[in-house]
Nanobody
Framework: QVQLVESGGGLVQPGGSLRLSCTAS????????VGWFRQAPGKEREAVSSISSSGDVTHYADSVKGRFTVSRDNAKGTAYLQMNSLKPEDTAKYYCAAGFFRLRAGQPRGPDSYTYWGQGTQVTVSS
């Protein structure tokens, strides 16, 4: 059973930046597509971004395009979500998820495609 661990959340002012990290307990993340999701209180879970196992395909929600960047370092078994120009509406608990499938360009996958999930890390954007 792969366990994912997110880190890097916190409190930041509007316009600030955070970088979230996601690692797998057994170091097997490099064979999986990784998705980032978020859920704010009272709202449904929202897909934020995803990246293929090799890093050659990425997807972004319209709400974060141009501000967030997903990446991965397979040598370190870690995926990242760099979040810049943060807004109060980005406040949510952020989750990383991993799935053993081929992520294709123009075809982002929903949460049901991902097998493994982390416990989440809280991101709060407030002045």
């Amino acid at each position: 059973q792969v366990q994912l661990v997110e880190s890097g959340g916190g409190l930041v002012q509007p316009g600030g930046s955070l970088r979230l990290s996601c690692t797998a307990s057994d170091g097997s993340l490099d064979y999986h597509a990784v998705g980032w999701f978020r859920q704010a209180p009272g709202k449904e879970r929202e897909a934020v971004s995803s990246i293929s196992s090799s890093g050659d395909v990425t997807h972004y929600a319209d709400s974060v395009k141009g501000r967030f960047t997903v990446s991965r370092d397979n040598a370190k078994g870690t995926a990242y979500l760099q979040m810049n120009s943060l807004k109060p509406e980005d406040t949510a608990k952020y989750y990383c998820a991993a799935g053993f499938f081929r992520l294709r360009a123009g075809q982002p996958r929903g949460p049901d495609s991902y097998t493994y999930w982390g416990q989440g890390t809280q991101v709060t954007v407030s002045s």
